[in-house]
């Protein structure tokens, strides 16, 4: 190239000499190269949210150590036939070989301040949650847009994010939130069919000068004049993670006619699966009203189910029944999703699962999200029913993605990237650009975390140390809190049109919790970072036969076990270490419930 550009190099020292400043690096896929350190390169270290800048005062001799892992921003210069690097920013993600986000409270704070942020820029830092005042469309940082639409899967992601950081850190502000949330929900955006006995979810409702119009079919482009299983789907995430926290028997009602709703008007009696959208007068998916979406099935409206809610609704109930649509979920996923011509999986389908390869924008495209969200989700079900069939899949998608989703010179993920590569090519083609989604850096590091935690391979490690290291070193929004929507190849904030935004259709709480919440469960419990705490708040009519369950998530038999409990601030000895349950007594207010977890022995 004969023309100077900046850009970013992830990798690990090899060496370091300080006499000629030349910094020899070896990349994630283990390519060699150099950097210059100049008199004008500096050093930073990683910092958490809420943290100020962490000054780094050692020379670039103690810095540059072999084996340290590193990001290094600079500029390439074509000289004498070949590329110089000139590094002007040094990255460091922890002390020597270290990676500070392993430290035991980094993904707890950062969590709780996610919640004080999204607390503050809704209702304000104090003042009394109302959620009235809520609003979809949130600015870069936090004030709210000219929109008065809520939609119903945002608030409800908004909730969910607010429940895990209660669960997580004990808040009872973060709990106030969720409750008030989820109550709102019921009383605004549910409508209940006592005619079908089902229930179902608005798509938002618009509360322009005090008056609510109720807005019952999507208004997303996508999935307009439709009702879309991904937000049904999503209108439960925040009440079944509150759920969990308080077994309010009237959630657990709503979540029950919601699957009522998908058994009897989304699910395929005689292919199985469920169809992706329905029409919102027949509730029919084979409507001609619903154009390119009729009779079609997708990962959405598959898989999601799982991690959105149903994984959590099993975890809060223990039931059988939701065992089994696990199951079949998962079972579908390996008979239809894999696709022997691309390292991708296939996500769209016609009714009779045939591949639809020219729908929408998705054409014949995958989502390394989606790709990478299978592979964390498989390793879940497989520990609640362990299935060949479900490891398999998963380690292959895990082996096989990073040659072709990641970016083994910058580090992280990339978006949308041709499942098929086309004539002559021998690199499958990124879609639309090379920037890097917050949400599917979260599917990377989940993915790679419970599979190193469940398997002991080291490469699974090393990938879910890299992308945490990504995502911690650029997503974070240390001027106006919460994290970035987007950022470019490079990790430099990309800040244009609803991707500068920090609350919108796409983007609300529920991504950034997840990550943070989970995160810690796999890093303490399967990979050895120590004990953790969980909080609960049972109320005094919550969960069937006073049994509260307190496993995390789905982790492998025998992997954690449950040490202490606390009942209301005093030592309480009625529950199952290796079921993960405890005995609530019997009581007239709601308890407060600390859960305390470890890796199991041996």
Not at 149 to 159: M, N, P
Not at 174 to 179: R, T
Request: proline letters at 5%; aromatic letters at 12%.
């Amino acid at each position: 190239m004969d023309f100077v550009f900046s850009d970013l190099v992830a990798g690990y020292v090899v060496g370091y000499d300080p006499t000629r400043g030349a910094l020899d690096l070896r990349t994630s896929d283990g390519r060699p190269v150099r950097a210059k350190i100049t008199r004008d390169t500096y050093a930073e270290m990683i910092r958490n949210l809420g943290e100020r800048p962490v000054g780094v005062s050692e020379p670039m001799v103690e810095l540059l150590r072999p084996g340290r892992h590193v990001f290094v921003h600079g500029l390439f210069y074509p000289e004498r036939g070949a590329t110089t690097f000139d590094a002007k920013r040094v990255v460091l993600v922890g002390p020597g070989e270290g990676y500070r986000f392993e430290e035991t409270d980094w993904w707890p704070r950062q969590l709780a301040e996610l919640a004080r942020f999204y607390r503050h820029a809704q209702f304000g830092a104090t003042n009394p949650v109302d959620f009235a005042d809520y609003r979809t469309v949130l600015r870069l940082g936090g004030d709210k847009a000219d929109d008065h639409v809520q939609e119903t899967d945002t608030v409800s992601r908004l909730v969910y994010g607010m429940a895990s950081a209660y669960m997580l850190t004990g808040d009872e502000d973060f709990l106030g939130v969720a409750e008030r949330g989820t109550e709102y929900l019921r009383e605004n955006m549910r409508f209940v069919d006592r005619d079908e006995n089902v229930v179902y979810w608005y798509h938002g409702i618009d509360v322009r000068d005090g008056i609510q119009s109720r807005c019952f079919a999507s208004e997303f482009s996508d999935d307009s004049q439709s009702i879309p299983a991904y937000e049904q789907i999503y209108a439960l995430v925040g009440p079944t993670q509150t759920y969990r926290i308080t077994g309010d028997p009237r959630i657990a009602s709503d979540i029950d006619g919601t699957l009522r709703l998908f058994d009897r008007f989304f699910k395929d009696p005689v292919r199985g699966g469920y169809y992706s959208h329905i029409d919102p007068i027949l509730l029919s998916p084979h409507h001609e009203s619903l154009g390119p979406n009729r009779s079609r099935k997708n990962w959405n409206s598959i898989g999601d189910h799982a991690p959105a809610y149903l994984i959590n609704l099993y975890l809060a109930t223990g039931e059988e029944r939701h065992a089994r649509m696990l199951e079949e979920t998962f079972d579908m996923i390996v008979d239809h999703f894999p696709d022997a011509t691309s390292p991708f999986v296939q996500e769209r389908f016609h009714g009779d699962w045939s591949p639809d390869r020219t729908h929408g924008w998705q054409q014949d495209r995958a989502v390394v999200g989606h790709n990478l969200k299978i592979a964390w989700n498989l390793t879940r079900m497989n520990a609640i029913k362990a299935k060949d069939s479900y490891s398999v899949l998963a380690d292959r998608i895990a082996r096989s993605l990073p040659a072709f989703g990641a970016d083994r010179q910058r580090g992280g993920w990339y978006d949308v990237v041709q499942r098929v590569l086309g004539v002559g090519q021998d690199r499958h083609r990124l879609v639309w650009h090379d920037r890097k989604a917050w949400w599917q850096q979260e599917q990377a590091i989940l993915a790679y975390l419970i599979l190193a935690g469940t398997t002991g391979d080291q490469e699974f490690l090393k990938h879910g140390r890299e992308a945490q290291a990504f995502y911690n070193a650029f997503f974070l929004d240390h001027d106006e809190g919460g994290v970035y929507f987007n950022v470019l190849a490079d990790g430099h904030p990309y800040l244009l049109g609803t991707e500068r935004l920090k609350g919108s259709h796409s983007m609300s709480m529920y991504h950034a919790a997840e990550l943070a919440f989970l995160s810690t469960v796999y890093g303490r419990l399967l990979l050895g970072g120590g004990p953790l705490s969980l909080w609960f708040k049972p109320r005094a009519d919550g969960f069937k036969d006073r049994v509260l369950r307190v496993a995390p998530d789905a982790l492998p038999p025998g992997s954690a076990q449950l040490e202490w409990v606390e009942v209301d601030g005093r030592p309480y000895a009625d529950f199952d270490p290796v079921a993960m349950t405890v005995n609530l007594p019997d009581s007239d207010h709601d308890l407060t419930v600390r859960a305390h977890l470890a890796p199991a022995e041996g």
